[in-house]
């Protein structure tokens, strides 16, 4: 019978039996901790140091007995003496680091396994709640020396290659046939044109790529470290892309640009419109979005001192209908009803074959599409928030020109869209703007004198606070839509049914009556004109409201659509994603009733949740499994059209609501402003 | 407990009971017979026919209850009326002939399965013995009609064709958690964009091409029942296709064309110089090939009117060095030491990636090659002639310039490779020429008078018979340039070392000597002047019989050296591939000790193995495997280079060998040209 040891393993503290004379990173790896290595163990690469807490030499002494440790050996002597400022740098001595597949185990050790040599190492993001995502790419790379062929053993370049990364994969033989797993090992055709010459120029040491351990893509001369890869999303307005180090899963750059289709069509719908009406429609749109990729991809690798041809890896998300433009699918039948796609499943398409420009046999990974209009990016906000692993009810909204909602838990997701139209971003309302410096971010009505205060994106403070404001103003972003209907609604400026009320005439600030009948209608002024750089006045007029009125009913109906089909009262978290939920003020969004009621604490906005569900699945292969099982669980609901539904869609326009109480900012709503007609609602 | 009924299927004579109630078609599969089907059972299709041996109604009777089978359902008789002729041209009436997918048993019957209804059809082959080949095609058709697409269930187009497909398929869902098997079903991306308007166009009834039970590869309107297949062989002087229905497994084109690149270099070795000197020579090489290749494909269709876009897929052999430049690689190392391919495996690519012009999402399959100078096209020999399935040792030889050979049987295989210069295909021979019209195929020599007679390709005879012969002989071809020299040899003209014997010249025609010294040396003249259609004398002179010394001495030492390593005195069988082998006398060839020593009825003439072989592979998925896993075990062995073995070589030179005694011709070898120091040797 062998002898049997102690180790316990820190940070993670497992701890266990293992063999006299097994080495530290196999003990590790029967005790369920990886420990990296890249050189099929043959004390090079140096990825599997630890260091020796308990039972290590106490000094650099290859003739002491009296350690549980195997003495350094000559090799791994060798590894650190290549290496001086390694040493240096960290503080360590040989003999206290040590390359775990080297040093062998000879009595009881405490190890400590560093944070650069884990396996699966982790990053951590914050969303709803913090959590850790692990590192498991679909790219690895594996460091090859083979020997030279002979006139004895002259076998292929490619078994030579195969049998050499069978070897640094660590790989066991398979099965009762003992069969070499090597012979499962695929090379991607353009990869294999240049292998001969590589690993004669390389003479036969080559760091090969693999994806998802099965199939070559990149073949490089000597020891590379890194793989690169980048996570986009593609919105309509914009693009988005993050370059990450596959590794490390660290992000080294973030890109972003206008998506170029825009002058084909602002929202998705005049795109599809474009597409049909023109026969190279859908060419022209789908060169577009190639091109810009390939501009940020480029700008990206060029700020990281990388090559394009280094990534070999890209993940892309988009709603269904940039998803159809980006894979060169007509978008047509999503336009069109019943509103289906071609294709809901995840893809994988080689990059040249799409025309990206990254390594031309790297891989490009779309997220599956939901449904018409629950496109890769709902694929991808339901990655990074994990509505699936939720006891809890949550309701996940993507607001935007259309407004994606997921609703439910661990047992089951149901989701459905609808358009809000764009005044939530801003668009369409008399002095909306884009969230840029100059515009109102944040409105606040005293409800004493009806005199308002807000702040300017570019300028610190409230403008009643200081003099800076003056002729800064540009117009009014959509946080600050949300705030000025909410705030008109808190004064009682407009009523429950979202009218200004005329009565109101009795306050004036000295430059005018700030509620007034304008050109267009009633409005109330926020900015007057010498605030502005546009030398005009800046109201919030009815039209406006009535905009945010047919945007928030919208959200809202869909969103109690939802409940009622999965038999709920009110979700237990609203979860609020996009760039738009992230600037709100919650609780005046919860006011205009453009979310349902719930605890505001419960409430979070989180984001570019696409983006980040596309770097999850960057990062983490099993991530693209899980996402392509839960999306065939998801159950869709299309908003019906009869009677009934527009009747609540007609209550759902008042603030907040005209047959929903809205316990949880029932405080704040005037009392002088609710329709009676409304009260009696609130009253049942 | 459910009764049960006998049936009895024919030609296979299968037999068994089956279950109340059961379809034909199901409980003819029980039995393990195979019966076709790609409408799901729904009795569109029509391939289920069978005939109704006994059992059956014996009027089309809807009300008997005296029948053992189900009465003609609506369906049934439906399918029929539409198809008055074809029961008409058979003889059949309904009732007699019935779709097995339809008729249930009730009581005993006796079933006849026609030809054409069978699964996995077989044809038959002639080589060294008959054999059948399944046809077992890597790309099937499935008819899927579906639903279309509505509000209330807007499933993507791709989900809703393959959960059609996985119900056309007949597949039964996997494992405990009962998963849908088209879960794991993909589409070729050029296919998906195709898919949505093929559907609507088709109104949701499309023929389904998969590939491997796995990809779909090509969605067509309706209902098409033939899928078709080229199988190539690259010669490095011919490329041959031949054009086949994957369904039926019938040839339907053979096109051949000589191989373009021969203007870049005559043989393999000139090619592979070539794309070294040149830096574009590669490129050119290639280029040249997928050109031919093309116009071969198109010649194919356009002469069964189909189009090119339904040929699915392509499998192509051809040596080493013509597989790397199809396949774009470059061909250095194979004539560098020590001499080793880029790829020993079969390789999968699509068409448009290799510039085929076929579907551009068909397959392009290439078998795999064994070493530098045994390449695919042997591959696709074994795969003919299988080697590996016998008990007896057997002798491949595929003769061309260089010569592969393979030896062994079910245990073991030992393959090597010689060049055996251009003499044995007729070039490098003073008036030497390919097997066309005009050139002398058939030599005899009068060992008394020493006068030859011979035939010519394109006249019937001899040229002693009559005399239509005058002024027609251009050259002499390979088989009969061995017909030359063995009967030179036979009639003791030359003697064992090949050396003319100058004492003949007793005997001479009318029209001068037959053997004299002619410009470059001794000669035989074969044909005279005035029977030629270029005015000169044709003979054979010392210099070519040198020539054909040099050549079946390459050959034959290769053999020994492989039987040497196997331990085998003799081959069991020789198998001569390739058009050399098909015309040669087989007892001339043994006599000049070409071929090793064996029974005479034990040697064989294949013709174009290679060709059958990819023909085989095309045909049946299983031994595209077969053949991958085969070749990992061939063994090479390169041929020496030591003293020892030059000296092997040149007794190898003397006819018929200088050392070993070929008892199977000994009564041939004229006694008095036998060498006292080869007589040495035999009689060891």
Redesign the interface.
């Known amino acids: 019978m062998t002898r049997k040891h102690n180790i316990i393993l820190q940070p993670s503290g497992r701890r266990g039996q293992v063999e006299e004379g097994q080495s530290i990173r196999s003990a590790a790896r029967d005790l369920g901790v990886e420990i990296e290595s890249i050189c099929a163990e043959n004390a090079t690469c140096g990825k599997c140091m630890v260091l020796i807490e308990e039972g290590r030499f106490e000094k650099y002494n290859i003739d002491s007995k009296r350690d549980n440790l195997s003495p350094v050996s000559t090799e791994e002597a060798a590894y650190f003496a290549r290496r001086p400022k390694l040493l240096q740098d960290k503080g360590w001595e040989v003999g206290q680091v040590r390359l775990s597949c080297q040093c062998k185990i000879h009595g009881d050790v405490l190890i400590n396994v560093p944070e650069e040599s884990r396996g699966n190492k982790q990053i951590v993001r914050k969303s709803a709640r913090v959590r850790e995502i692990e590192i498991k790419p679909a790219i690895r790379k594996y460091l090859v020396s083979m020997s030279p062929?002979?006139?004895e053993r002259?076998?292929?370049?490619?078994?030579?290659l195969a049998k050499g990364l069978e070897t640094s994969m660590g790989l066991v033989r398979r099965g009762e046939e003992n069969l070499p797993r090597w012979?499962d090992f695929e090379?991607d055709?353009q990869c294999?044109?240049k292998?001969?010459?590589t690993l004669?120029n390389a003479k036969w040491n080559v760091t090969v790529s693999v994806w998802k351990d099965r199939e070559v893509i990149a073949v490089d001369p000597g020891y590379v470290e890194n793989s690169y890869g980048a996570a986009v999303d593609i919105g309509s307005t914009t693009v988005a892309l993050y370059l990450c180090n596959l590794r490390t899963g660290e992000m080294l750059a973030s890109e972003s640009e206008m998506n170029p289709q825009i002058v084909y069509g602002e929202d998705v719908m005049s795109r599809i419109q474009y597409a049909i009406e023109h026969a190279d429609g859908l060419e022209k749109l789908h060169k577009a979005i190639i091109s810009t990729l390939n501009k940020l991809l480029k700008q990206a690798a060029s700020e990281t001192f990388i090559k394009t041809e280094e990534i070999l890896e890209v993940v892309l998300v988009g709603n269904s209908t940039m998803h159809h433009v980006l894979?060169?699918?007509?978008p047509?039948?999503l336009g069109l009803?019943?509103?289906?796609?071609?294709?809901?499943?995840s893809?994988d398409?080689k990059a040249r074959?799409l025309g990206l420009q990254i390594n031309p046999s790297g891989n490009i990974h779309v997220l599956p599409?939901i449904?018409?209009f629950v496109g890769a990016d709902t694929s991808a906000m339901i990655l990074a928030e994990e509505p699936h692993k939720q006891d809890e009810n949550w309701l996940l909204i993507d607001v935007g020109t259309n407004a994606e909602l997921i609703l439910g838990n661990r047992k089951r997701l149901v989701c459905t869209s609808t358009p809000t139209g764009p005044a939530l971003e801003g668009a369409h309302v008399e002095y909306g703007m884009h969230a840029a410096p100059g515009a109102i971010e944040r409105v606040h009505i005293d409800e004493k004198t009806l005199e308002p205060k807000y702040k300017v994106i570019g300028v610190e403070g409230w403008n009643t606070d200081h003099a800076e404001f003056k002729g800064r103003v540009k117009g009014i972003c959509g946080s600050a839509i949300i705030d000025s209907v909410a705030e008109l609604f808190r004064a009682g400026i407009v009523d429950s049914r979202g009218k200004f009320r005329k009565d109101l005439d009795s306050t004036s600030s000295p430059k005018g009556k700030r509620v007034r009948e304008g050109e267009s209608g009633w409005e109330y002024v926020i900015a007057w004109a010498d605030e502005t750089s546009i030398g005009r006045d800046i109201p919030m007029t009815q039209q406006d409201v009535r905009q945010i009125q047919l945007a928030k009913a919208a959200l809202f109906t869909a969103a109690r659509t939802l409940l009622k089909r999965s038999n709920l009262q009110d979700p237990d978290k609203v979860i609020l994603a996009g760039g738009f939920g992230s600037y709100i003020d919650k609780e005046k969004a919860m006011l205009i009733g453009l979310i349902p009621d719930c605890d505001l604490e419960n409430v979070y906005a989180v984001g570019n949740a696409a983006g980040d569900g596309a770097r999850i699945a960057l990062l983490n292969l099993e991530k693209r499994e899980e996402i392509d099982a839960i999306t065939?669980k998801v159950e869709?609901f299309?908003l019906p059209t009869d009677p009934e539904f527009q009747n609540q869609f007609m209550l759902a326009t008042s603030f907040p609501h005209m047959s929903e109480p809205f316990e949880h900012i029932a405080h704040l709503i005037p009392n002088r402003v609710v329709d009676p007609m409304a009260r009696n609602f609130m009253s049942k």
């Not at 009803?337 to 499943?345: C, G, Q, W």
């Open positions: 062929p002979s006139l002259p076998i292929a370049d490619w078994e030579r012979y090379i055709y294999l044109r292998l001969s010459s004669r894979l060169n699918l007509h047509k039948d009803a019943p509103f289906v796609p071609t294709i809901h499943k893809m398409i074959e599409t449904a018409s065939r869709r299309e």
